[in-house]
């Protein structure tokens, strides 16, 4: 949670806002702030991106490569998560306090992806039982909560079997002889923070230190949720749990359509910084 010390007279002056669906910088309790995206920020990456959302800076970088299918999915790739939250961001990321954290996320982002409808693994299998792509996402938390995503260029390989029957494997040499992984149905991550009788997405940090509990749902573009996880020491009720759902679903559309108009606008000009503001 937030570390700013607020006054009760200033944690009562965004209480009542929010009830009012008025936040103190004018937003209402479904609205994002301007949100900076930027790809192809690593060169030595299959795919990276940074994103930067008020205090949030986030920057993540995935490599594929090929390893061997494992044993109860013969037919499919997988992904490989770690977290790293930078200590020159928050004092609270120093020693075991950052590890701890990017082990909390990473687990979180294997929930979020241990489903079918996220990311088609099985155009990752190159060989059934013997070769696949493995993605190795690296996060990298330079300030602020995670909120992110990336998109990777994998490329093309041909299995070439002569007449004993054994196989090899035929990389490509050429940089764009690739194949780009769909993410239309990775899941974006929605936070929403309970302040009072209400709750508000991308808080701010003096609307966090108002909140006891958040709950971070995952949403697909169809707006099917494919996790929750509660953070904070504060309880949530059912009926909170419910209301934050559907508004998760709602907001998670917008954010999805904004994140899709980005990479389609980035595949007909070629990789630039766009910024896009998303309106809840």
């Known amino acids: 949670m937030a570390s700013v010390a607020l006054s009760e007279a200033e944690k009562v002056y965004i209480m009542h806002g929010v009830q009012e669906d ?12 301007c949100v900076e995206v930027e790809t192809d920020v ?19 970088g995935v490599k594929a490569e090929m390893g061997m299918p494992k044993l109860e999915k013969p037919n499919e790739g997988y992904l490989e998560f770690f977290v790293d939250c930078s200590a020159n961001a928050t004092p609270e990321f120093e020693g075991r306090g950052g590890d701890d954290l990017g082990t909390e996320i990473a687990n979180t982002l294997y929930r979020i992806f241990n489903n079918k409808s996220s990311v088609d693994l099985k155009t990752l299998c190159i060989s059934a039982r013997e070769h696949c792509w ?24 041909r299995v070439l079997e002569d007449e004993e029957g054994s196989k090899d494997i035929e990389l490509s040499d ?22 009072g009788y209400r709750h508000v997405v991308d808080a701010t940090l003096q609307e966090e230190a108002c909140s006891l509990a958040s709950l971070l749902v995952s949403v697909t573009s169809k707006g099917v949720v494919t996790c929750l996880r509660k953070v904070g020491k504060g309880s949530l009720d059912p009926e909170s749990i419910f209301e934050m759902m559907e508004t998760s679903k709602r907001v998670g559309k917008v954010l999805h359509a904004s994140l899709q108009s980005i990479l389609h606008k ?14 809840g």
């Open 22 to 33: 008025l936040r103190v910088d004018g937003r209402g309790c479904e609205d994002y702030r």
């Open 42 to 60: 690593v060169s030595n990456t299959s795919g990276s991106a940074r994103v930067k959302l008020g205090h949030t800076d986030i920057l993540v």
């Open 134 to 157: 493995v993605l190795y996402v690296d996060v990298l938390v330079i300030n602020g909560n995670f909120n992110c995503a990336s998109v990777s260029r994998i490329p093309r390989v």
């Open 174 to 195: 050429d940089p764009y002889d690739c194949i780009r992984l769909s993410v239309e149905n990775v899941p974006c991550i929605v936070t929403l923070c309970k302040i």
């Open 266 to 279: 980035e595949e007909s000009l070629g990789p630039r910084r766009q910024k896009v503001g998303f309106l």
